[in-house]
């Protein structure tokens, strides 16, 4: 049995690690407040962006663009977004692992390649066999509107180059900061219908094909940018839940060990008046 200073450094330790986790919990919560008002912020642009796609589409008639060509998959391409850091739970873990399954479940004659953003994916994936066309690390720091235009710019070169024939989108979408919704969403070959519907009658300059061509890759950086709004937000989500669990084992753990040093206390006392109860008896 630990004796009475040893359980005593233990208590000391485990206060020390429940405020760290309570800190880490209140960062998070920050950070996932200012998540979710950039989302709730670009929403407005993103609906509107969907609406002038739809009607350009509908003007355009038969749609002819880079970005919508459907050809025969040969190489596919997984653009995993991950997490910089841990301790958020299984957020990582999850996505590393659909990631493997999706890999795994790729047909016969079909290459899959990977994309990684966020340095827990690429840590994982960079021992393995699959591919990896590129990573980014360290954008979540300071996240920012330039960094979607930039992989957006990315996956369109590779896409009409013709070095990939499917992009596929590996996420956490963010629902609460409990739940969040793991996605596997196609975003190359781009289907039109993702812009919405178009209605009413519109005049185009110089014409919808024209203004297709400019909104294609528009609308390709705002589902990156929603795309990495959501996984900051979900990351942020997940370790504030993983840190309040972690706050809270702590607390029952210092009530345990508290128990059990009293108790050792009380054993050593009684031991202790043992002890010079025999030794008067002794005496006498």
Known sequence: ??????????????????????AMKMVAAAKM???????????????????????AAAGAGDLDHPLLEQREVKKVLFVLVTADRGLCGGFNSNLIRRTQQLIRETPAGVEPLLYCVGRKGYDFFKRRDTPIVEHLTGLFNDLDFSHAT??????????????????????????SAVQ?????DEL???SVEQGGEAHGETIFEPDAESLLGT???????????????????????????????????AGEMLGQLTLQYNRSRQAAITQEIA??????????
Do not use: C
């Open 33 to 55: 407040r200012k998540a979710t008002e950039a989302i709730e912020r670009a929403r407005p642009y993103a609906e509107r962006l969907g609406e002038v796609l739809g009607r």
């Open 180 to 184: 969040q919704v793991m996605h596997e």
């Open 215 to 249: 909104l294609l890759p528009m609308t390709v950086n705002r589902v990156l940018w929603r795309v990495l709004l959501d996984s900051y937000a979900a990351e942020q989500g997940a370790r504030m839940t993983a840190m309040e669990s972690a706050t809270d084992n």
């Open 275 to 284: 002890e010079i109860v025999g030794g008067a008896a002794a005496i006498s």
């Open 188 to 190: 190359l070959p781009f």
């Open 1 to 22: 049995m630990p004796n009475l200073k040893q359980i005593k450094r233990r208590i000391g330790s485990v206060k020390s690690t429940q405020q760290i986790t309570k």
């Open 150 to 175: 930039s992989i957006g710019a990315r996956l369109r070169e590779l896409y009409t180059a013709g070095e990939v024939d499917r992009v596929v989108l590996v996420f956490n979408e963010f629902k």
